[in-house]
C-alpha cells in the first residue's frame, strides 16, 4: 500500500469505509511518522499514542458492525492545544497550565470525537494564542517543514507544521487576528477562519473572546471544509455562537473544483499590497489574480482605506480581552501556584505565579490591555479601536455591495528566520496586517496556496461576507483546481 | 524559576504608587505620560504590573518599559481616525442576549474539579490567606 501519511483525508476516509485500510493501520502510519520526524518539527506538546489507537478501533468496530461511519471517521487530526480535552494534558502553550487535565471536552473536541475522527495528540502554539511564529511557546518553538530554521507561523504553529509535515491530514487551529491563515500560509496549506460564531468556543482557552474563531487545516480544500462541517453548527453552551445552519461549504468546494468562476466578482483590496510587502509574495499574488480572471471571475480593485488602521485597533482590543480573561489565572482553581508558603498572602501568591506562569508576550498585552481599559484612557484606546472596528466593517460592507469575495495575499512575507522577529514586539505584529481586517470584522476568510517566493510558500486569501464562508470555499477551490500543488515542492524530512 | 527578587522591585512600585484599588487610577502615575504618544514610564509599567498581579524583576521593567512605549505609541494612530459619531462594535455579528430554560443540569464531579487543584482541604480549594496586618 502506498504511504497513508501522503493521502488527504477524503481518500483516507474512503479507504476506511471500504475496509482497504483499517483506522489503526491509518493512525498507526500517522503515529509512526510523528515518533520519525517530530524530534526536528517539534508540532507536538503531547502525542496520545493510546488513545488515538483507542478511537480507531472504535471506528474498526463499527465498521465491522456494519454501523453508519461519519464522512472523516478514521482520519487522524491533530489538535491545538489551546482546546480542551478531557483527560488529555491541555497547556495553551503556556508553563501556568503545565500538568493541566481538563475535566470536560470541548464542543468542538465532543463532535470531532462523535465523527469518528483520531485525535493524534495536542499540538505546540504560541503561549495562549499571542503570537504569529510560536515561538512564545513556553515549551519550544516548532520548525516549519519546508526549512527548519524557519518558523511554521503562529499562533497555531504546530498544527500548521502537522499538516504540511504529513503527520496529519487535518488539524484544528484557532484565528484571533490570522492564527489559522498565516500559518497555513507559510507552510503551504488550507486553513479557514470561519465566520465568529460558525463554531462553537465551549472550551477554547480564550484569548479575545470577540474575535477567538476554531477551524480547520488541510492540503486540500475539500478536506478544510469536511471538517469545517464536523466542527461548525449551532451550540448553546456558546451564547454568541450563530443560530443559523453552517453554509454549503462541501458542496461549494466541490463547485469549485469543477474550475469555472463565471460570474464571480472578485475585489482586490487596494491597500493590501505595495510598500513593506516582499516582491515574490506580490508576484505570486498578482498571478493567483490572473488565475482568477482566467477561470471567468470579473476582478475589481476596491478601496478599504480604514484597514491601515485595524493593526492598531486590533492590538488595544485583543490586548484589553486578553487582560480581562487572563485574570482566572489567579493559582486557586487550577495551574500553577508558587510562592504559598504561609507568609505570602493570596495577592502575593498570584503575582508570583502569574510573574513565573506567563511569558513575556502575555504579560505585555495584559499590562497593555491593562492600560488601554483604565479611566481616564479608556476613550481615546478601546473606546476608539471600537468605533475603527465599526468603520473596517463598514469598509468591507461599500466593498461587497460590488464584489462577492475580497483577495489579498495572506501574509506580507514568506517564513521567516526562528529568532529574526523575537525581540521586536511591533516586527512580529505587522505580520498579520492583512489578516486583521477580517478578524475584527468577524468575515470568513481562507487561505489556499498560490506559489513559491524564494522556495517558501505563498499564500492568497480570499475573504466573503459574514456567513458566506460557502464562497471563500468556492474560490479556494477552483483556485487549487486550476494550479499546481504548492506542497508537491516540499523538501523531504529526514526520519 | 526563581522569581523572589521580583518582589522588593513590586513592593517598591507599590509603596509609590499607594495600594488603592477602589478604581484604577492613572492619575497618581500618568504625570510624565501622554495618551496620544503613548509615553510610558517605568513607574507606569510597575502600576500596570501591580494591577494585573504581575511580580515583574527591576530588569523586566526596564525592558517592558520601553517596549510598550513603543506598542503604545503605534496602537495610538487609532486617534487619527475621525470617530465621534461613529458608533463603537463590540462583536462584529449583531448578538443579543440568550436565554435558555432554567434546568437543573448535572455538574461536573467535585472530585474531577479539585483534582486540578493547586491545593484543596476539605473537599475544597485551599487557598493562601486573604487578610493581612496591613489592612
Known sequence: MSDLTRLSASEIAGLVASGAASAVEVAQAH????????????????????????????????????????????????????????????????????????????????????????????????????????????????????????????????????????????????????????????????????????????????????????????????????????????????????????????????????????????????????????????????????????????????????????????????????????????????????????????????????????????????????????????????????????????DFATAFEKTDVLVAPTTPFVAFDIGERAADPMAMYVNDLCTLPASLAGTPAISVPCGLSEGLPVGLQVMAPALADDRCYRVAAAFEAATEPVLAAIPELSG | MDVSPALPGRRAAERRIGRSRASVDFDTVSESSDASTGRISRAEVAHLARLARLAVSEDELDLFAGQLDVILGAVARVGEVAADDIPPTSHAVPMTNVFRADEVRPPLPREAVLAAAPDVEDNKFRVPRILTDEA
Open chain 1, 31 to 394: 503515529l509512526d511518522r510523528i515518533e520519525a520526524v517530530d524530534s526536528a518539527l517539534h508540532a507536538f506538546l503531547h502525542v496520545d499514542t493510546e488513545g488515538a489507537l483507542d478511537a480507531a478501533r472504535a471506528v474498526d468496530k463499527q465498521r465491522a458492525n456494519g454501523d453508519a461511519l461519519g464522512q472523516l471517521a478514521g482520519v487522524p487530526l491533530a489538535m491545538k492545544d489551546v482546546v480542551v480535552t478531557k483527560d488529555l494534558p491541555t497547556t495553551a502553550g503556556s508553563k501556568i497550565l503545565e500538568g493541566w487535565r481538563p475535566p470536560y471536552d470541548a464542543t468542538i473536541t465532543r463532535r470531532i470525537k462523535q465523527a469518528g475522527i483520531v485525535m493524534l495528540g495536542k499540538t505546540n502554539m504560541d503561549e495562549f494564542a499571542m503570537g504569529s511564529s510560536t515561538e512564545n511557546s513556553a515549551f519550544g518553538p516548532t520548525h516549519n517543514p519546508w526549512d527548519l530554521n524557519r518558523i511554521p507561523g503562529g499562533s497555531s504553529g504546530g498544527s500548521s507544521a502537522a499538516v504540511a509535515g504529513y503527520q496529519a491530514p487535518l488539524a484544528i487551529g484557532t484565528d484571533t487576528g490570522g492564527s489559522i491563515r498565516q500559518p497555513a500560509a507559510v507552510t503551504g496549506i488550507v486553513g479557514h477562519k470561519p465566520t465568529y460564531g460558525g463554531v462553537s468556543r465551549y472550551g477554547l482557552i480564550a484569548f479575545s473572546s470577540s474575535l477567538d474563531q476554531a477551524g480547520p487545516f488541510a492540503r486540500t480544500v475539500f478536506d478544510a471544509a469536511l471538517l469545517h462541517e464536523v466542527i461548525g453548527g449551532h451550540d448553546e453552551c456558546d451564547s454568541t455562537s450563530i443560530g443559523a445552519p453552517t453554509p454549503p461549504i462541501v458542496a461549494a468546494a466541490r463547485e469549485g473544483a469543477r474550475g469555472d468562476l463565471s460570474g464571480v466578482r472578485v475585489g482586490v483590496v487596494r491597500e493590501l499590497g505595495g510598500e513593506g510587502y516582499q516582491p515574490g509574495v506580490l508576484a505570486s499574488f498578482q498571478a493567483a489574480v490572473e488565475t482568477l480572471r482566467g477561470l471567468g471571475a470579473e476582478v475589481i480593485e476596491v478601496s478599504c482605506p480604514h484597514f491601515e488602521y485595524a493593526l492598531p485597533a486590533y492590538y488595544l482590543i485583543a490586548p484589553s480581552e486578553c487582560s480581562s480573561n487572563l485574570a482566572r489565572f489567579d493559582a486557586v482553581r487550577y495551574g500553577l501556584r508558587v510562592g504559598d508558603d504561609g507568609a505570602n498572602s493570596l495577592e502575593d501568591v498570584m503575582s508570583l505565579t502569574r510573574e513565573a506562569g506567563f511569558g513575556p508576550e502575555v504579560k505585555r498585552r495584559v499590562m497593555i490591555g491593562t492600560y488601554a481599559l483604565s479611566s481616564g484612557y479608556y476613550d481615546a484606546y478601546y473606546g476608539q479601536a471600537q468605533k475603527v472596528r465599526t468603520l473596517i466593517a463598514r
